[in-house]
């Protein structure tokens, strides 16, 4: 039983010389899969936010009035520019992704810069908000949906924030920490400020105007 | 107890550049980045959560032995069987199955160095041990009661500090067990040989893939659960609280639809090991190597659509009763054909049995106990009548100890050669197998005629006409308890006094027994090329010299 197999083996050890591989530290090996990592990340990212989409949804359907009798009305202006800047940041963010491609720090910094702005200026007004309004945490089920789901959405809209903070900073320590051909930390806090974007709009939908 | 891991002098020639060329002790107890040690540090770590919760069982036992609340007081009762049935979940089948054989596993099978974020991979492992630690401790404030399902409002008037502790733990070890997920899934997808295609792979690469997609749709829901679950608890919010217009029904749902694929992902790896195991000790090819693949995939999709079989008594509506009933009796589709692939794939071999088979064999036929008892759960009249009985009870411990557990030891008899370097000791291996499987039979085999009888589950005191059936149970439970100590003393002893192993012990074909044992430190000084399928034996000489040249 043992003899036969043990040639199988060696044949395959000895294939495998006439292949050169470097031995190299494992990581410099293979392509870089950081971005498909982070799509994976999201994909959970999704389903955590998709349950609590559908937990809301079916507390909504349940309920025989949506939301429940002596909700004040949600007021729409703010939370409208609120939306109009996060979309259009989405957009001001692409254009440091161009810019690095063209091996533009400048530009990077600039629109990175210009879009965490917007962040915090999206943050600030949340805030704004959550003190004009007129329920609180406890008042109903809609009251507490309400502000878990915005509330979970804008600690997300903190994390895309610090992590252009984070590739401003280091932008700026070493000017060619970023250039046109390695810039995972840039394209990364794009992807994920993309993603957050898309939540928004979907929780905009079903808090404000379903 | 690790000293003994060193590397032959061939891995410190292979990376000069890697400044630690040795495989230090220190490396196992502290933040290391190589798959191998995670893995080996899982396998531990995890294997002291089942003595704990192991414990925690014989608590259980010892108390019902007689049908008085005699031994612990029922506060205690309840918080200990929320305690077995939290550690046994998650910190000892998960992190065994998914952390520690996925771990050690995948780079070496597919020829890679590594896995694809080792660094996250490290992280992942670390945030188990604070999650038990927390566990454990609660004990100090008053665990948790309201069993691993937790379900308001029940979870929201017993024991809050415990409560609060347990989401909390429970959310760390969600949140390892997805960074788990998201670096099996792209060290499966990206990172195999050039030589080795999706159909050459494996079949534990294909149980992972299946796990992992697991592990990323649906543990993200528990989390979501878990959230809302803490506000009621610590803010007073009123989700899942019908006092204050929530619904309780909702968290179900949510903990379902993460807590039934997680049945998959504590059962899926063991699927994948023991197709490895199979056609090795059976000196076969695998039966159906397409058939056990894409079996998985179909596992893995049919897993998240049928959450609700758990909550006929609910209050579920009858259509929908109906579709889950329906989805969860063809999950028994996938799970048959691979029961009889690896019949089959037995089926004339030259079967070897020793210890990993053997648990190989205890794992199929305890397995498809539990399978047939899950088609009769299926069922909604039947569901309905032994709900909450120690039917129950039987049903998942076939399922998780006779299918998961026994695919454990499957797997750690099997690579041990491997991964420790030594083989362990045959004759103590077989003892712990006759023990394990006749202490496992004679506890829950019983349990299915006390839930058949109406005893039910999660009580301390039961009726006395229960108790001839239950002191079996209980007299079984301790003959498993006694079934680790053979296992332990052979597994210790030989990690440090086993005879030397050779790097490939079963003469079997797939890439891990490519390198030495225990494998060095990136794993291979070349790296291999696939000329066989992984399970190419008894293939005639001709053909395989044919396979080669070609």
Not at chain 2, 70 to 94: G, K
Not at chain 2, 374 to 386: E, K, N, R
Not at chain 2, 464 to 470: K, S, V
Request: charged share 10%; net charge negative; with cysteine.
């Amino acid at each position: 039983m043992q003899g036969s197999i043990d040639n199988k083996n060696q044949s395959i050890q000895i294939s495998g010389t006439a292949e050169t591989v470097a031995v190299a530290h494992g990581h410099e090996e293979h392509p870089d899969l950081r971005i498909f990592g982070l799509f994976m990340f999201l994909v959970a990212e999704s389903a955590l936010f998709i349950g609590l989409f559908v937990a809301y949804l079916t507390f909504r359907a349940v309920a025989p009035v949506w939301p429940p009798e002596g909700t004040p009305k949600l007021e729409l202006l703010l939370p409208g520019i609120n939306t109009v800047i996060l979309i259009s940041s989405s957009l001001v963010i692409h254009q440091a992704d161009s810019a690095i491609k063209k091996n533009d720090v400048a530009g990077l910094r600039k629109w990175f810069g210009i879009t965490a702005l917007m962040g915090i200026v999206f943050l600030c007004g949340q805030v704004y908000e959550y003190m004009h309004l007129e329920f609180g945490l406890r008042t109903n089920l809609f009251a507490s949906t309400f502000y878990v789901l915005t509330g979970f959405h804008g600690l997300h809209v903190m994390v895309g924030v610090m992590l252009m903070l984070a590739v401003l900073w280091r932008s700026i320590k070493s000017a060619d920490h970023y250039s046109s051909d390695s810039h995972f930390g840039v394209e990364a806090a794009e992807i994920y400020w993309h993603f957050v974007d898309v939540i928004w709009i979907i929780l905009f939908i079903l808090l404000y105007l379903l | 107890m690790t000293a003994n891991i060193s590397l032959p002098p061939v891995a410190e020639q292979a990376s000069p550049s890697h400044g630690h060329g040795e495989r230090r002790w220190q490396d196992f107890f502290t933040f290391n980045t190589d798959h191998k040690v995670i893995g080996i540090q899982y396998m531990v770590m995890s294997f002291f959560f089942y003595l704990v919760g192991g414990l925690l069982a014989e608590g259980i036992r010892t108390e019902l032995a007689t049908p008085d609340p005699d031994l612990v007081d029922p506060a205690l009762y309840n918080s200990m069987f929320t305690m077995h049935a939290t550690i046994m979940i998650f910190l000892w089948i998960v992190p065994a199955g998914t952390g520690a054989f996925a771990n050690y596993l995948i780079p070496l099978m597919i020829g890679a160095r590594d896995m694809a974020f080792p660094k996250l991979n490290a992280v992942a492992f670390w945030m188990l041990p604070p999650a038990g630690i927390m566990l454990i401790g609660s004990f100090y404030f008053g665990t948790a009661q309201a069993g691993w399902t937790s379900y308001p409002p029940l979870s929201l008037t017993t024991a809050k500090v415990g409560e609060a502790i347990w989401i909390f733990s429970l959310l760390l070890g969600g949140t390892s067990s997805i960074l788990g997920g998201i670096n099996f899934m792209t060290t499966i997808l990206k990172m195999r040989v050039p030589s080795m295609g999706m159909m050459q792979m494996p079949l534990f690469c294909w149980a992972m893939i299946a796990t992992s997609a697991l592990i990323l749709i649906a543990t993200p829901i528990l989390a979501g659960a878990l959230i809302l679950l803490s506000f009621d608890l610590l803010a007073g919010t009123a989700f899942f609280n019908p006092t204050g217009g929530g619904h309780p029904v909702v968290y179900q749902h949510m903990f379902w639809f993460y807590s039934h694929p997680a049945v998959y992902i504590m059962v899926l790896p063991f699927f994948g090991i023991i197709s490895e195991v199979i056609p090795i000790h059976s000196r076969k090819p695998i039966f159906g190597y397409g058939a056990i693949a894409y079996s998985s995939l179909a596992i893995s999709f049919l897993g998240l659509i049928v959450w609700a079989h758990h909550m006929f008594t609910s209050g579920t509506p009858a259509w929908l009763r109906m579709f889950f009933m329906i989805t969860t009796m063809i999950i028994a589709v996938p799970t048959g054909i691979k029961v009889f692939g690896w019949l089959a794939t037995m089926w004339g071999g030259k079967i070897s049995l020793n210890s990993p088979m053997l648990f190989a064999m205890g794992f199929l036929s305890t397995f498809v106990v539990g399978g047939i008892s899950g088609v009769m759960l299926a069922a909604v009249p039947f569901d309905i009548h032994v709900h909450d009985t120690y039917f129950v009870v039987a049903h998942l411990h076939y399922v998780l100890f006779g299918g998961s557990v026994f695919g454990i030891f499957t797997g750690i008899y099997h690579w041990y050669p491997k991964a420790i370097g030594r083989m362990y000791s045959e004759f103590w291996g077989r003892v712990h197998f006759v023990m394990t499987f006749v202490g496992f039979n004679v506890t829950f085999l019983p349990m299915h005629i006390l839930g058949l009888q109406g005893m039910p589950r999660r009580i301390a005191m039961y009726a006395p006409e229960f108790q001839t059936l239950n002191q079996v149970c209980t007299w079984g439970s301790y003959l498993l308890a006694v079934s680790t100590v053979p296992f332990l003393i052979n597994a210790l002893w030989c990690w440090f006094k086993g005879e030397k192993a050779p790097d490939n012990p079963w003469n079997a074909l797939t890439f891990e027994w490519m390198t030495s044992s225990p494998p060095e430190i990136e794993n291979f000084e070349v790296l291999p090329v696939l000329t066989t399928g992984p399970y190419d034996y008894g293939v005639e000489e001709e053909e395989k010299l044919a396979t080669v040249a070609g």
